[in-house]
Every structure is written in structure tokens, then in C-alpha cells.
């Protein structure tokens, strides 16, 4: 049994509920500004979310939920020009503290850097959003917290393949048994387990009724001492919020 050395984190959803309040609204924007009279409501984002990936999520919208819609130049450009829009917009919404951490996010990043236990990052985003994420909510000189930040396009295929996740253990040097992964998502999930890692899942209100098989657990939040989470599936043992001790624990029962 190897002992758990890291941490591999998803941002979307798992650091921080950033969906429905933070990126639908920006790609509304963008659509505002481009004089689309597109809208993505929060149940039409929910259905869009199948597809990760901001640029491949508005190729999706227009090919199989508009019956007609033609731009000169190629889908592909329009999208890269239109998601270009909808990031500038997103950055400004964190840059303006308009999206905070999850529960328990802060206090079990800086539990784990005190105890010495890696951590890296493994996200569809565009690597803009998690850089300004972590600014806008624990200052710069966290995301030096994190030995690898594998984000967006830096890989071929997106979530679910596994892609993402067995790039962040490549440049880590670490091996998927000492890894345990945390996610929102059943894109995700199928990523990080498809990437032959232990996951935790913390569900949002667009997952918590998807089916997770097979995760070590899954929870509704890390949560706190006096803010404990609620477990969906899975045996927490007598913990209460998901610490690193919690995770230890966890982790050589699985
Ligand atoms: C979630 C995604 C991303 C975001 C939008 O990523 O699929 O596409 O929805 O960000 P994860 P972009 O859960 O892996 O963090 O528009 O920058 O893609
Ligand atoms: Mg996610």
C-alpha cells in the first residue's frame, strides 16, 4: 500500500463553485457584447456542461442546440474569438472577488503545505482563470503552492479523458498509486480515475445526483470543525471534515 504523498486538485466546481454564478455569466456577456442574442440559463449551462472546455462548449451550443447559424471564417475561429471575450470577462469577475473558495478549500491547502504534502492542479480552464483565482483569493504567492498547475489546452484531449491528469503526474514525477485526486464531476471523475487515481469527490448543485462508482468518497463539501460536510457515499470514519489526517485515513482504507 503506497502512503499518500500528493494532491491532485480539479478547479471548476472543486475549488471553487464557479459554474453557474461565474463563468455562465461571463460567456452571457461576451454573447451580450458580440450582439448574439444568445442566453445560457442556469438549467440550458447545466446540459452544456457535458461538454468541458469553454472554445468546444460554444461549437457544441451551436451545432446541436441551434437549428441555424452560419459565420464566415469557420466555427472554430468564431469560437476561440468569442471564448477569448468571455475569459477577459470571467478574469474581471475574479479580479473583482466575485468568486470565492468552497468550504474548507483554504484551511486544507495550508493543512497539507504544513505537513509537508505535495499538491498540483488538473483542470479543463484556461490557465488564466486558476492563476486569478488563486490571486483574487489567497494572494499571489499561492499558486507557487502548487508544483504544477495543468490547465487547459496544454494537453490534446480534454476531460473526461485522463489526459490532463497524467500530465500533472509526468511532471511531478509521481506515480498514480501515491496520488489521491479531487473532483466535482463526472467528467472529472472519469479523467482522474481513468488516470488510475484514488478520487475524492465533492459534488455542486449540477452533480450531486450523478453517479460516482467507485470514489473513495463522496462528500458535499470538504467542510470545516464547526461546518462538517455530509457524506453521499462512501465511509468517513469518524471524521467530520476532510482533513489531512481524514485524507491519510481514507486513503490507506481504499
Ligand atoms: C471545467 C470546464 C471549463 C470551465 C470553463 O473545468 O470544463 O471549461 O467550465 O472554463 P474543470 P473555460 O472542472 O476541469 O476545472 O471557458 O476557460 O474552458
Ligand atoms: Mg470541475
Do not use: C
Request: proline share 3%; hydrophobic share 40%; glycine share 8%.
Amino acid at each position: 500500500m503506497s502512503k499518500l504523498k500528493v494532491l491532485l486538485f480539479d478547479v471548476d466546481g472543486t475549488l471553487a463553485d464557479t459554474e453557474a454564478d461565474g463563468h455562465r455569466i461571463a460567456f452571457n456577456k461576451a454573447f451580450s457584447e458580440a450582439g448574439l442574442d444568445w442566453h445560457w440559463s442556469v438549467e440550458l449551462y447545466g446540459q452544456l456542461l457535458a461538454v468541458t472546455g469553454g472554445k468546444e462548449r460554444i461549437q457544441y451550443y451551436v451545432n446541436d442546440f441551434l437549428e441555424t447559424f452560419t459565420v464566415n471564417g469557420g466555427l472554430a475561429e468564431f469560437a476561440t474569438e468569442l471564448h477569448q471575450r468571455k475569459t477577459h470577462f470571467y478574469l474581471e469577475m475574479l479580479q473583482q472577488g466575485e468568486i470565492p473558495l468552497r468550504p474548507g478549500v483554504e484551511r486544507l491547502l495550508k493543512e497539507a503545505r504544513e505537513a509537508g504534502v505535495r499538491m498540483g492542479i488538473a483542470t479543463t480552464t484556461t490557465p488564466a482563470n486558476v492563476t486569478y483565482l488563486l490571486t483574487s483569493t489567497l494572494g499571489a504567492e499561492s499558486i507557487d503552492w502548487f508544483e504544477v498547475i495543468a490547465a487547459g489546452d496544454i494537453v490534446p484531449a480534454k476531460k473526461p479523458a485522463p489526459d490532463i491528469f497524467e500530465y500533472a503526474l509526468q511532471k511531478m514525477n509521481v506515480t498514480p498509486e501515491e496520488t489521491l485526486a479531487f473532483e466535482d464531476s463526472l467528467n472529472g471523475f472519469r479523467s482522474s480515475t481513468g488516470a488510475g487515481l484514488k478520487t475524492l469527490v465533492t459534488v455542486n448543485g449540477y452533480t450531486r445526483d450523478d453517479d460516482f462508482s467507485g470514489a473513495s468518497i463522496v462528500l458535499d463539501k470538504l467542510g470545516d470543525r464547526e461546518d462538517p460536510f455530509t457524506v453521499l457515499a462512501g465511509d468517513a470514519n469518524s471524521h467530520t471534515y476532510v482533513s489531512v489526517e481524514m485524507l491519510r485515513d481514507l486513503f490507506s482504507r481504499d
